[in-house]
């Protein structure tokens, strides 16, 4: 028996124990978006118990390194002593990129003597989480307000996945417009009626038509004519003065006469 203490079947014995690196084992990890970060841990994984001082270095390699994870370059890991699993962490970058799964390696090199790489890399996967986004919007509902204030409709434009960036989308609006606004409206009572009816429907313009039956004031108003009143003159004159214009001509298509005012002129 040699002065150690161990004969020659100690030492095979020993030998024998020595640890090898049987699996690297990856994980799969969802990606996650900018600018979150996500652990992948890889296992090493022995045969036998690690000892005191037993390392490997590692690397990565696959996708973009540095972009899709932070990248190891022969980094120096010590094996757990005691062990036959040693956890390694790569760090993956979230992004908002519709792309492909992308698949890490990471690879083993460089034992320290007496460890043996009988596997040297293993693979993780690193999901992507991002699609094309859906577009939707939503209702809104204001108050229209009172003249001359204007009222801001805000609608919300909704993704079903973050946007990347640059992306647009055309809108458009439809509705009650200032032209389509159509107002039934009695010959004397124009102006007062029509600004304060309109206006808070649209900020910018409105335009209304005003037909009458063409016969002329009744018998029972003549009185009314007789004390002032002057009709389409009268009306000329207050659309004139509130900024608006006035336009008289026959119905289209039809007899009588159409009056069409429009704010601002
Ligand atoms: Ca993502
Ligand atoms: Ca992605």
Redesign the pocket.
């Known amino acids: 028996m040699p002065a150690s203490g161990r004969d020659a079947d100690d030492v095979k014995a020993e030998l024998l124990r020595l640890p090898a690196v049987t699996a690297v084992q990856g994980a799969t990890v969802v ?1 996650g978006n900018t600018p979150s970060t996500t652990p992948m841990t890889f296992d090493i994984v022995l045969d036998n118990p690690a000892k005191a001082g037993d390392t490997v270095q590692v690397s990565t390699s696959g996708a973009t390194p540095g972009t899709d994870y932070v990248a190891l370059t022969n980094v120096p890991v010590p094996l757990i002593p005691g062990a036959t699993t040693t956890p390694l962490i790569v760090t993956v970058n979230g ?5 492909a799964d992308e698949q890490v390696t990471l690879t083993l090199s460089n034992p320290s003597p007496g460890v043996v790489l009988d596997v040297s890399s293993g693979n993780g996967t690193i999901q ?3 699609g094309v986004p859906q577009v939707s919007i939503d209702d809104v509902t204001v108050k229209e307000g009172d003249v001359p204030s204007t009222i801001t409709a805000s609608f919300t434009v909704l993704l079903t996945d973050p946007a990347v960036g640059g992306e647009t989308i055309t809108v458009d609006t439809a509705g009650v417009t200032a032209a389509e606004v159509l107002i039934g409206f009695a010959l004397g009572s124009l102006l007062g009626a029509v600004i304060g009816y309109v206006l808070g429907i649209s900020p910018t313009a409105v335009a209304m038509r005003i037909e009458d039956d063409g016969p002329g004031p009744a018998v029972d108003e003549t009185t009314a004519a007789r004390s002032g009143r002057r009709g389409i003159a009268d009306m000329r004159a207050e659309a004139v003065a509130c900024g608006g214009t006035l336009d008289i001509g026959p119905v289209p298509g039809g007899s009588g006469m159409a009056v069409s005012f429009r704010w601002p002129a």
């Not at 992004?95 to 792309?99: L, M």
Request: hydrophobic share 10%; glycine share 0%; proline share 0%.
């Open positions: 990606e992004d908002n990129t519709i792309e992507n989480d991002d």
